[in-house]
């Protein structure tokens, strides 16, 4: 089992930052993937971006590129969302997932954390 606890979330201004983190515990293995998704409200929870924790493999969401960088710490089983130049579109709930293979689909992550809500103002 792994449990992920995302923080990091909150209000903020149009074009301004945040940074997300993710820290899982339990069973976590060097070869998995972390990844960040979001939901906005009324729409599907989407992917934003991955990073493999054996290599520092990452990809990012077209929509995100630019914008978003996600990085990891590994002593600290620890995955980030650095979130620049923020946007009202931005507006949603960020969940952290771990899987085994680096994928943008949402069935590819088994385990989830709850969730960090980001809210962005105009």
């Known amino acids: 089992q792994v449990q992920l606890v995302e923080s990091g979330g909150g209000l903020v201004q149009a074009g301004g930052s945040l940074r997300l983190s993710c820290a899982a515990s339990?069973?976590?293995?060097?070869?998995?993937?972390m990844a960040w998704f979001r939901q906005a409200p009324g729409k599907e929870r989407e992917f934003v971006a991955f990073?493999?924790?054996?290599?520092?493999?990452?990809y990012l969401a077209d929509s995100v590129k630019g914008r978003f960088t996600i990085s990891r710490d590994n002593a600290k089983n620890t995955v980030y969302l650095q979130i620049d130049s923020l946007k009202p579109g931005d507006t949603a709930v960020y969940f952290c997932?771990?899987?085994?293979?680096?994928?943008?689909?949402?069935?590819?992550?088994?385990?989830w954390g709850q969730g960090t809500q980001v809210t962005v103002s105009s």
């Open positions: 339990g069973r976590i293995f060097s070869t998995n993937v």
């Open positions: 990073i493999r924790r054996i290599d520092d493999t990452t």
């Open positions: 997932a771990v899987g085994d293979v680096i994928s943008t689909m949402r069935g590819s992550y088994r385990y």
